[in-house]
């Protein structure tokens, strides 16, 4: 169990990869019809039915003479789908801010991604970071593609994950904020370890070198094989809803949860 208290709203800079707004349309799912074995025509016309009944508004698509349908998600079935396909997945746009506060009920920690830049040390506060693989040992992390640290990173072809501990809400608070780099690495106590900013105190990290940058809609995801490691011991910063939240019990995972969880 946890328990929690507001976070500060600087902090919450980059809590998540934000959502990516889909096409106008919903031809773009017709292919998922063809592979339940329906003919592109049918499949339009069976989700054009589906938006007239449930209150779908059709629409000029800019730049074009074409009309669509703009529907809303829905779980319910309709006559001439496939079974247990929701036609709602036609929808043709999610609400970012909506599709970020449904993420926020994820529950993760908080990190700091350092690097080297031409012109020093740079790095922000996120959360989107997950293990990719044991072997070879790869991580992930997800950066906007606006974010200074994006540009170190790739100077440096390197960069560190710090995740942070339970009283390290200040350095969090420091790395999302928009200070000159110079001033967020002049408030914090830092080492250079394997080519990355270290960060001192924090409750464990790892040092990676760039493997490879992949396109993510308004973010990049950048790849990285882990050539250092370290850790300590005590709790965990833990981020849920845009508010902190601290430990209070621990139950055991089940064996088979604790292999399939713990890592890649």
């Known amino acids: 169990m946890f328990s929690g208290r507001r976070a500060p709203a600087e902090s919450g800079g980059n809590r998540t ?12 799912i017709a292919p998922l019809f ?52 929701i036609s709602a997945v036609a929808s ?34 996120a959360n989107a970071i997950v293990s990719l693989s044991l072997e070879p040992p790869l991580m992930v992390v997800c950066l906007d593609r606006t974010a200074r640290t994006l540009g170190a990173i790739e100077h440096s072809r390197s960069f560190g994950v710090h995740f942070l501990a339970h009283d390290q809400e200040e350095i969090a608070a420091v790395f999302a904020s928009k ?20 960060l001192e105190g924090s409750l464990a990290g790892v040092a990676c070198t760039l493997e490879e940058i992949a396109s993510g809609g308004d973010h990049v995801i950048g ?26 019990s621990r139950d055991p995972a089940p064996p088979e949860v604790d292999e399939a969880l713990e890592g890649p």
Not at 35 to 62: M, Y
């Open 92 to 125: 043709a746009a999610i609400d970012p801010i909506a599709f970020r506060e449904v993420c926020g009920h994820f529950v993760t920690g908080v990190a700091v991604v350092t690097s080297f830049g031409e012109a020093g040390p740079s790095g922000l506060t």
């Open 17 to 28: 990869s934000a959502a990516n707004l889909l096409p106008p349309g919903i031809g773009w």
């Open 179 to 198: 200070r000159p780099e110079s001033e967020k690495f002049a408030a914090v106590t830092w080492s250079e370890r394997c080519g990355v900013p270290l």
């Open 34 to 85: 063809e592979l339940a074995g329906l003919s592109r025509a049918r499949s339009l016309r069976i989700l054009g039915r589906s938006a007239r009944e449930n209150g779908g508004e059709r629409e000029s698509v800019p730049g074009t003479h074409a009309r669509t349908w703009r529907i809303t998600l829905s779980a319910q079935g309709h006559p001439g789908l496939p079974d247990g396909m």
């Open 223 to 248: 790849i990285g094989r882990v050539v250092d490691l370290w850790r300590s011991s005590g709790d965990p910063l833990v981020f849920f809803r845009g508010d902190y939240w601290a430990l209070t």
